[in-house]
């Protein structure tokens, strides 16, 4: 299962051309009994190579997630189509069984959309299981799948041989960073909870100095 998200994202950029950002979304459509089977995903379009790739966040992510390596991009060779799966950023609202099975279903319906008739998945953690699932949905339009860190079906720690194989450091974000994010974001709330003011700074920000993790270390502040 996919569990939504109810953190809201930032806006995309502007357009600007081909080597610009261009946001699409729309309707779900429903199927036998109502249900529903597919979903245009919001979406956001890097590049106008030839090669198309969709990029698909993680769990408790969004498509902001990529944009960090977005100005590393190959826009001439390769055209990237960031989407929300529902339940995240712009599809927050959206209903659905919330599977990546059904994830994988809905990639489609942005292909068709673009007109990509063949298109690569790239996957980060629960987007790497979506990647999965996209040679049982559509095979004969699948050129290549790419997964960073992806989720495995079930989770069997007794399993054996276990030859696990994960990053240490660099770009990848496990669920834990996001679960500290919000025990500091509580923290933060409650501890201005009980100030007279809000706090403005005293000087300016220590950066952490690493080859691998950005962020500010030290904020000195003046209490009100």
């Known amino acids: 299962m996919i569990t939504p998200s109810r953190e809201p994202r930032p806006e995309p950029g502007t357009p600007a051309g081909g080597r610009g950002v261009v946001s699409l979304a729309g309707p779900a459509r429903a199927g036998h009994g109502g249900r529903m089977t597919s979903f245009v995903l919001p979406h956001e379009v890097h ?15 969004d498509r902001s997630a990529y944009a960090t390596v977005l100005p590393d991009l190959d826009r001439a060779s390769f055209s990237y189509a960031l989407v929300d799966l529902r339940g995240y950023g712009e599809a927050r609202d959206a209903t659905g069984s919330y599977t990546t099975a059904e994830a ?8 068709d959309r673009l007109g990509w008739e ?5 996957g980060h953690s629960m987007g790497g299981a979506v990647a999965q699932r996209l040679p049982a949905v559509a095979p004969h ?6 997964e960073v860190s992806p989720v495995p079906d079930r989770l069997d720690p007794t ?9 240490g450091d660099g770009p990848h974000v496990c669920l834990g960073a996001h679960f500290a ?16 003011g809000p706090p403005s700074p005293a000087g300016p920000a220590g950066r952490l100095v690493s080859n691998f993790v950005n962020g500010v270390k030290s904020l ?5």
Do not use: C, M, T
Not at 118 to 122: A, Q
């Open 104 to 111: 994988a279903v809905d990639l489609v319906e942005p292909a």
């Open 47 to 61: 590049g106008s190579g030839a090669h198309k790739v969709f990029a698909v966040h993680g769990w408790f992510a």
């Open 159 to 167: 399993r054996s041989p276990n030859p696990h194989v994960s990053f």
């Open 118 to 122: 063949r298109f690569s998945v790239l």
């Open 220 to 224: 000195p502040l003046r209490l009100a």
């Open 141 to 146: 339009r699948l050129r290549r799948i790419a």
């Open 181 to 196: 994010r919000l025990q500091l974001r509580l923290l933060y709330e409650e501890v201005l909870r009980v100030l007279p």
